[in-house]
């Protein structure tokens, strides 16, 4: 369905923006007169791939990719029609182990130690068994696409598309071949993605110099993450475990999850006016996204053991209701989070032809973003936490000259110009989540009578504690108050040859600054603490060596109520620089 692509490294003309990199853009394949269609099918199996060298086998792997398009007149040089549908199959076994001490040496074998008693030992061994599986694992996805092109006269033509996408991929969170570390089972999900796109354009020319596109795109995502019902235990249910260190032996905990379901609506404008040597082009549009959000993370709690013959006792035979846990955690809150972003642009290039040999571009670009506000404050942080600031002067400047010399066979060019990024969704959700007060995660410390009696029985969890965290376990994170969007500065200077008709070299400098990229400083740090001598040991244990170093200690914490307090800010900076020689 695509018929080119663009990809926008520089030239910085003012039309586009909300990126500090490069910009691609596709354009779409239209049907004609004529009828004309294309089919394909690619195949791939694992006779195409190397073993991995942490497996003894090399897992099956087929993967069927095929599609076919369409396209013709509904009416003669007036309406056409344009259909492409594609479907990918792909069945990818994981091979899922645990081969790592303590619990297992690199051949899979149990050289943990257990002194409960024997049924219980042989319980807890057999639990850890679904460690070791091929798990079922797909990627299956179908994608359509549609478009009618109306062209009622010379002066205007209307176009209208929809595109369709949907994939799942059961056990598909996890996407290596072969996994040795628990990921496999214990920390692994479902995977699915529904994309609805629909588009409008009218382009409209009321005179001979001027050329009118008015724009309107819908944009439905939705991304849902869950469990496999064969990954949950019928024995403990959907908590996470640990047991000596070793993590991911119970349920992955960031399920399910929804993140997110957005629906983004944007309407464009761009009018482009020639008047005698000046292209003149300006424009704008507008982007509302809602992002709608369900995710509590380790909503089903997570228990920690201090050895595996304590595990053991918990499992199985734990008549008593005894708690052998070294520690209990699990996150309560409100698990729906609603944000909306809104984007607004504006621009104005001119393309000036000052001699058949010099060519100037030219322009400025403005942008801005406003955010939901949170509604729930931290009260020992509630200005910074009730506010997440829009920068107002987001005024990115393009400029570029080409100029033709030696009979048009060497072409020099430059260019600089100043591109904003958007602020990320991720980000605005995070500020609303992690403030310490819109979800708390508990952490129990069963060496703590008091803490040990509030906590659960294994594997049972909280329906609710009527505790807050300790002071000084929770973190805090919210913007620092004169946040903005982060910017690059990019310029380039190139020289483009041509030594023959068909051969041509170009070499070019590159420049790019990043400034004010986004960066997390921790204000509670205090001061520093004395020092701390570290063993460096060799292989064999022995030691070697020594290393003395400077320590933040928790009790030189600023505000003792809390862990961290982290701060959103700009004083993260990129440089790069480099040389381009290209031939062709």
């Not at 595996?308 to 499992?315: E, I, K, M, P």
Request: glycine share 10%; aromatic share 12%.
């Amino acid at each position: 369905a695509v018929q080119e692509f663009q990809v926008l490294t520089n030239g910085y003309s003012a039309e586009f923006g909300r990126a500090s990199g490069g910009v691609i853009n596709t354009v779409t394949r239209s049907g004609g007169n004529d009828v004309h269609g294309t089919a394909y099918w690619f195949f791939r199996n694992q006779d195409f791939n190397a073993r991995d060298p942490y497996s003894n086998v090399n897992p099956e792997e087929r993967r069927d990719q095929f599609g076919g398009s369409i396209g013709g007149a509904i009416k003669k040089d007036k309406l056409f029609y344009f259909v492409n549908a594609e479907a990918t199959r792909r069945n990818f076994p994981l091979v899922a182990s645990l081969t790592r001490p303590p619990l297992f040496d690199a051949n899979g074998n149990f050289v943990g130690t257990c002194t409960a008693t024997t049924a219980q030992c042989q319980a807890a061994q057999q639990f850890l068994q679904r460690q070791f599986q091929v798990l079922e694992r797909r990627a299956d996805s179908e994608l359509g696409f549609s478009k009618l092109d109306w062209r009622p006269n010379e002066r205007n033509s209307v176009s209208l598309s929809f595109n369709y996408l949907r994939w799942i991929s059961p056990n598909g969170i996890q996407t290596q071949a072969v996994l040795n570390n628990g990921n496999g089972v214990g920390n692994n999900a479902n995977s699915t993605v529904r994309t609805r796109y629909g588009r409008a354009s009218w382009t409209f020319i009321p005179t001979n110099t001027i050329v009118n596109e008015v724009r309107y795109g819908w944009f439905k995502d939705r991304l849902f993450d869950d469990v496999a019902d064969s990954l949950i235990p019928t024995l403990t249910g959907r908590v996470q475990i640990t047991v000596q260190g070793q993590g991911n032996l119970g349920v992955a905990d960031a399920y399910p999850r929804l993140n997110p379901s957005e629906n983004k609506h944007q309407f464009a404008d761009n009018l482009t006016w020639t008047v005698g040597k000046h292209t003149i082009k300006f424009g704008g549009d507008y982007i509302d996204a809602l992002d709608y959000n369900d995710i509590l993370r380790n909503q089903n709690g997570t228990y920690s053991y201090p050895t595996f013959t304590a595990f053991a006792q918990d499992l199985t035979g734990n008549t008593t209701g005894a708690k052998r846990w070294q520690n209990f955690s699990q996150r309560f809150g409100n698990s729906v989070l609603e944000t909306t972003i809104r984007d607004f642009s504006l621009y104005v290039q001119d393309q000036y032809r000052v001699t058949q040999r010099l060519t100037l571009n030219y322009g400025l670009r403005y942008e801005k973003q406003t955010f939901t506000q949170p509604r729930i404050v931290n009260p020992d942080y509630a200005a910074q936490t009730g506010n997440i600031p829009s920068f107002n002067k987001n005024f990115g400047p393009r400029m570029g000259f080409a100029y033709a010399m030696n009979n048009n066979k060497t072409v020099l060019r430059a260019g600089y110009g100043i591109f904003y990024a958007r602020t990320p969704g991720g980000l605005i959700n995070t500020l609303h989540l992690e403030n310490g007060v819109y979800q708390k995660q508990i952490s129990l410390n069963g060496n703590i009578v008091a803490d040990r009696d509030a906590g659960p029985v294994f594997p049972g969890r909280l329906v609710g504690i009527d505790r807050n965290p300790p002071p000084g376990t929770v973190d805090v994170t919210f913007a620092a108050p004169d946040m903005r969007n982060p910017y690059t500065q990019q310029g380039d200077v190139g020289l483009e040859h041509e030594i023959t008709r068909d051969l041509g070299i170009t070499v070019s400098y590159l420049w790019s600054r990043g400034l004010h990229l986004y960066t997390v400083r921790d204000l509670n740090a205090g001061p520093l603490g004395p020092e701390v001598t570290y063993r460096i040991n060799d292989a064999a244990g022995t030691q070697v060596g020594t290393y003395t170093t400077p320590t933040y200690r928790l009790a030189n914490r600023v505000d003792p109520r809390w862990r961290r307090v982290n701060q959103v800010d700009n004083g993260g900076r990129s440089y790069y620089d480099a040389m381009v020689v290209q031939m062709r």
